[in-house]
Each structure stands twice: as structure tokens, then as C-alpha cells.
């Protein structure tokens, strides 16, 4: 009041008539005399102090966990999308029921004019026309009712916040803690804040091992995330191992540089970050393949046991039609028999107690090579095409003893292979194929050091750049999941022994599509139980899952039924998006719009430790990737 009084003094001295000063003073004395007639000069109450808004009535577009809340113009710039407020009815006495609640502004701030609707043909011809028609105007917003606040702690909802109450938004410390975005595993950045860190914990076993999926459009930035991600993972002590379809990873070594990455650059020094590469790098390849790193030090080849993969996931892979599928297990079953006889396996008294424990849905026959598995059905195909010396091509040195030789001749005659030739060689061939791969039973190479690879911290990139052949990398994915899920069991009881820490890891399955498309999975149901009974079992032995590709539209229920976390990058599809939204639950309406309209980088991220989804600007990866085109 005092310095309105003064500004009209201050202007009133600036007309040297004097006309306007006693204008001014006149009017007010009039005005001071009405004011306290009033009662007083107008006091914030109490209970709005700080408010930036109040809730409105309901309409018959009202819906029920979320309400409208009014602002005046100077607030808006208060209330983002994602701000928590908190709406507090007033007091009993005042009207109120004194009730408190949480919400989350999901939509808006919208700015409408005072008094008019905002497509009033006045309004509208005004605009349209040039003329500068600015009527005064409020905000809204709409907000999601998270719960009732009772004792300090966040209740379900059993009544609305009544009309009126005043609504105040929250700091951004209390923000952070009541959306639980605190973590060893950060993010980026939440939009619509200055600065508010999201993270996730690596030490909870109901958010990584509950399994991950990162999916988006190519350029939307999941490649950038997997890295950002990764290199957090392992400064927390996670191990994790990528499987890295095109080469992408095989540099996360090395800081962030190059003139591809220069983007990245610059948004690194916009977010205040350094590049900085991966630490504790291992690059694997399959036996015989290029590297797209060749020059690392810590970059060795590895290969694949025959005896480790289940003779029905083995037809499903191969592609074998169901006369195809018969020889084959025909042929497997004849070799086991053999192997038997010759006392290749069981040999002892530990392996019987072996061959006991045995499931063939799981794995495959001990010390069985595919040398073998392909040495007998040659002999089957030889021996029903009636060839004159069948069994004369066997190169497995203990099938080639006269003795040995006769022994399996016999066992396949008692067998009676049937059916004709052209399946047999077909059979032959899809081995024969398998084996020029040089892939399986390598000696010098071994299978992976799955100690190693589970390693704190350790970060192991397989590079399977150069197999272009999706049945070799599900060969691959589904030997090493096995190979870390016996490893984790293994490491689980040692941890339960010594009361050690439980050794953490995440797979993270790029191109995601390739291995577990909808099609795949009906073509090998063998191959996907497996998958699905690992990450079923992955949540007890701290295995997570984490699934990243292009065609989320590919991955078929089972799939997302098994993953509680999301990372969702830019998403156009409007197919694509409303499959999401019936399996991921808990995000709003005003997220899933945005999602065909983020920008690279910018992702919804749910998680079982985040109290609601939230938008995230990703950090830029320090570290660098390998683009591919
Ligand atoms: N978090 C981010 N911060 C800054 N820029 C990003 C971010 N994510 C992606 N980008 C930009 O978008 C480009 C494509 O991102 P990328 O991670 O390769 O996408 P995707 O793997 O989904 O195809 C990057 O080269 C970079 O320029
Ligand atoms: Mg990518």
C-alpha cells in the first residue's frame, strides 16, 4: 500500500501543474477510508500462504484420481509438467476437511484468458486479424492424485481434495525424495527441473534383476544409453556383459572424441560431464571371427560346448523340419549310446551321479562334441542310402577301432534309422555346415571364463560383429546365459557360504528382436523357456535382463511380461505404442503422448524403484561408441 502511494507521489511530482498530485490525493484517502471500513488491509491467510494455486470444482469431464488446479498468470512459470504438489483442504472450521494429499502435475500449465474461453470467436478474430486483443489470464494444470498424506506417509486415496483448497508445489530436494530418484546408477537429468538427478540403485534386487527394456526408434538415443549405463553399472561394482551385435560397444574403452561424436561433445559440456572411457574392458569373440577392436589388449576368442546345448533348442536352431527333426534326434540318441558303450561318458563314478541329474530340455549329453553328432548321422545317412562302405568316413579316433566301428554299426542297425536319404543328408549338411564353422569343441579357446565375466565391476563386450548369422548369435546368447546363470548359482551359494556379498550382473541383449521376435520364439519354444526360466531365476541369483531394441512391436508378450523397468526413447508408432500401453502399466496419458515427439535423448523411464515414471533427459554417454550405419 505504502509504495503504491509513493509511485502515484512520485508521479504526481513529475507534473509540475500539480493537476494529477491532487488527484492523487484525493483518491486516496477515498480509497484508505474503504479499506478500513473493510476491516483492514487484505492478509494472505495462513493456510494459502506460499500456494501457487487452488483446485477447482468438478465437472462432468472430472475424472477420478485427478483434479484441476487454477493459477493465477505469475505461477505458472512455478508448476512444470512432472512438478509434485501438495494440496492441502483447509481446516474444519474454515469449510475444509482438513484432509492432505500428494499429486504430480501431468498436463499443462495450460494458459486460458479470464472469463472467456480460449477460442471465443472474439478472441480468435482478434488474433487472426493482427489486433492486440490480451485479455488478463490464469493458468491450469491437471494433477494426478498420488495418495492422501497421513502421519508422513502416503496413503491410497479414499476421498478428492475438496474445491478450493490451495495447492503448493514442492521443493526439489522433497521432490526427489518422494519420487525415490535417488541411486548409484544415474540416468540424467528429470525435464521440467534445474537440476534433478535420476538414478537407479544397483544395490536393490527388485529393480535390475527384474529385468530392463531400453526401446526406441534408431536415433532415439539407446545406444547412448546402454553405454551411459554400462559404465555406471561397472563403477558400482556390476558386472555386465553386452552382447554387441554390430560392434558398437567395442570402444566404450575409450573417452568419448571424433568428429562423429561431436554432439555428444557439446551436449557433455552442457551437462557438466567429462569424457571418460569404460574401465575394466574385456572385448570376447567368437573362435576364428574379426574384432572391431582388434588392437585391444584384453580381446580373446572363445568358443561353444555341443555338450552344453539341448538337443531340442540344437533342431529348433538348426531349422529342421519335422522329418529333419526326427533323424536328428535319432542320430543323437544313437550317439548317446554309443558314447555310453565306449565309456566316453559316464567314465566314473561322479559322472553317473552326473548322467543322473541330467535334463536334456537344459543341456545337452556330457563330452558329446559335434564331431560325434555328426560322425554317427553320417553313418545313419551312409547306412540308409546303402553306400557300400558306410561308416568308412568317421574321424572321431575312438569311432575308428574295427572294434568301435563295428560296435556303432551294430547299435544303429538295432536303431533301424528310417525314413529316406535325402532327410538323412539334409541333417548331414546342417552339420556338416555347423561344423566348418569351427565354432563348437575348440580346445585352445574353451568356452568363456564365466568367473571372469562375473567379476565386480568387470564389463565384458562380445563382439559378434562379424558372425552375420543370427543362428550363430543365439547359439552364442543362449550358451553364455546358461554359462552366467550356472555361474551365479555357483556364486550364490559361495556368497550364502562365507556370507560374502552376492556377486551382480546385467545382460544386456542388444537387437533384442533377433533373438526373441514373436517368430523366433514359435520357430524355438525350447530356446525361449529357457530364456524365460533364466530370468524367472535371475531375480534370486541377481542376473538381470536387459532387452534393447528398434521393434518392441517384435518382442512378443512372454517377452515384455518379464521386464518391470523401461527406458522408452522416441517411439512414432501409434500401433506400436498403444501394445505398450497395455503392457506397461502406471504411466499417464500425457507421458504416452510425448513419446512420438522426444527428442533424442530424452526417454520415460519406469522403474520398480521410482515412485512413477517420469521423463528423463539421458546423459550423454562419455565414453565412446563406434557409429554404424
Ligand atoms: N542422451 C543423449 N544426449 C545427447 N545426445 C544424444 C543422447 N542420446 C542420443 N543423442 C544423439 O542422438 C544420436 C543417436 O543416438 P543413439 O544412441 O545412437 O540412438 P539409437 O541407438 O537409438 O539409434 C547420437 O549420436 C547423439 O547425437
Ligand atoms: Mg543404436
Known amino acids: 500500500m505504502a509504495e503504491r502511494q ?84 483447509r481446516k474444519k472450521e474454515r469449510g475444509g476437511d482438513g484432509r492432505q494429499y500428494l499429486g504430480a502435475i501431468i498436463e499443462g500449465p495450460f494458459a486460458e484468458p479470464d472469463g472467456l474461453r480460449a477460442d471465443a470467436p472474439l478472441v480468435v478474430t482478434t488474433t487472426v486479424r493482427g489486433a492486440r486483443f490480451m485479455p488478463r489470464y490464469h493458468g491450469r494444470v491437471q494433477v494426478e492424485i498420488m495418495g492422501e498424506e497421513i502421519g508422513g506417509t502416503l496413503v491410497p486415496p479414499r476421498f478428492r481434495p475438496l474445491p478450493n483448497s490451495p495447492v503448493f508445489v514442492l521443493d526439489q530436494e522433497e521432490t526427489a525424495e518422494r519420487l525415490r530418484l535417488g541411486g548409484d546408477v544415474t540416468l540424467g537429468l528429470a525435464v521440467g527441473y534445474e537440476k534433478m538427478p535420476v538414478a537407479l540403485p544397483a ?41 554387441d551385435t554390430e560392434g558398437e560397444y567395442t570402444k566404450i574403452m575409450e573417452p568419448a572424441g571424433g568428429d562423429e561424436m561431436r554432439e555428444m561433445l557439446a551436449a557433455l559440456e552442457r551437462r557438466g560431464l567429462k569424457p571418460a572411457g569404460v574401465k575394466n574392458v574385456a572385448i570376447r569373440r567368437l573362435v576364428g571371427r574379426e574384432s572391431t577392436n582388434p588392437t585391444y589388449s584384453d580381446n580373446r576368442e572363445f568358443s561353444l560346448e555341443f555338450s552344453n546345448i539341448s538337443p531340442y533348442a540344437m533342431a529348433e536352431i538348426l531349422g529342421l523340419n519335422e522329418a529333419q527333426q526326427d533323424r536328428f534326434h535319432k542320430a543323437y540318441e544313437i550317439t548317446r549310446r554309443a558314447l555310453m558303450d565306449l565309456k566316453i561318458f559316464p567314465a566314473d563314478e561322479k559322472d553317473q551321479a552326473e548322467l543322473l541329474e541330467l535334463d536334456e530340455m537344459e543341456r545337452g549329453f556330457p563330452r558329446m562334441t559335434l564331431r560325434h553328432m555328426y560322425d554317427i548321422t553320417r553313418f545313419c545317412a551312409d547306412i540308409v542310402a546303402k553306400e557300400e562302405d558306410a561308416g568308412a568316413s568317421l574321424r572321431t579316433p575312438a569311432f575308428r577301432t574295427p572294434a568301435a566301428r563295428a560296435q556303432i554299426e551294430q547299435l544303429i542297425k538295432t536303431a533301424k534309422p528310417e525314413g529316406h536319404a535325402g532327410s538323412w543328408r539334409k541333417v548331414q549338411g546342417s552339420l556338416a555346415r555347423l561344423l566348418r564353422l569351427g565354432i563348437f569343441d575348440d580346445q585352445q579357446t574353451g568356452l568363456p571364463d564365466y568367473d571372469d565375466l562375473t567379476r565386480p565391476g568387470r564389463v565384458t563386450i562380445i563382439d559378434l560383429s562379424d558372425t552375420d548369422s543370427p543362428q550363430v548369435n543365439n547359439l552364442v546368447i543362449s550358451e553364455i546365459l546358461r554359462g552366467l546363470h550356472r555361474q551365479q548359482d555357483e556364486n550364490y551359494r ?96 500425457g507421458l504416452w503422448n510425448r513419446l512420438p515427439n522426444l527428442a533424442p535423448g530424452q526417454a520415460i523411464v519406469t522403474a520398480a524403484s521410482l515412485a512413477r515414471p517420469l521423463l528423463v533427459a539421458i546423459d550423454p554417454t562419455p565414453a565412446k561408441l563406434r557409429m554404424i550405419e
Open 6 to 89: 509513493d509511485e502515484l507521489h512520485e508521479r504526481a511530482a513529475a507534473d509540475p501543474s500539480g493537476v494529477s498530485r491532487q488527484m492523487a490525493d484525493n483518491f486516496m484517502s477515498s480509497l484508505e477510508e474503504e479499506i478500513d471500513q473493510a476491516g483492514g488491509e487484505w492478509q494472505e491467510d495462513e493456510e494459502t500462504l506460499g500456494s501457487v494455486g487452488f483446485t477447482m470444482y468438478d465437472t462432468p469431464a472430472s475424472k477420478d484420481n485427478t483434479i484441476t488446479v487454477l493459477l493465477p498468470a505469475e505461477q505458472i512459470g512455478k508448476t512444470p509438467a512432472q512438478s509434485l504438489v501438495r494440496i492441502k483442504s
Open 203 to 243: 544395490t536393490r534386487k527388485d529393480v535390475f534383476p527384474r529385468h530392463t527394456g531400453i526401446l526406441g526408434t534408431t536415433g532415439g538415443g539407446k545406444s547412448t544409453t546402454v553405454s551411459g549405463l554400462v559404465g555406471k553399472l561397472g563403477a558400482a561394482g556390476v558386472a555386465v556383459v553386452i552382447f
Open 494 to 589: 559361495a556368497s550364502e557360504k562365507d556370507k560374502a556379498p552376492l556377486r551382480r550382473v546385467v545382460v544386456v541383449i542388444e537387437e533384442a528382436h533377433e533373438f526373441l521376435s514373436a517368430e523366433r520364439i514359435r520357430q524355438m519354444p525350447v530356446l525361449f523357456q529357457q530364456v524365460a526360466r533364466i530370468a524367472r531365476r535371475g531375480r534370486k541369483r541377481w542376473l538381470g535382463l536387459c532387452f534393447v531394441t528398434q521393434l518392441p512391436q517384435h518382442l512378443p508378450d512372454e517377452v515384455l511380461g518379464l521386464i518391470n523397468n523401461y527406458v522408452l526413447h522416441k517411439i512414432a508408432d501409434a500401433n506400436v505404442i498403444s501394445r505398450l500401453r497395455r503392457s506397461i502399466g502406471g504411466v499417464d496419458d
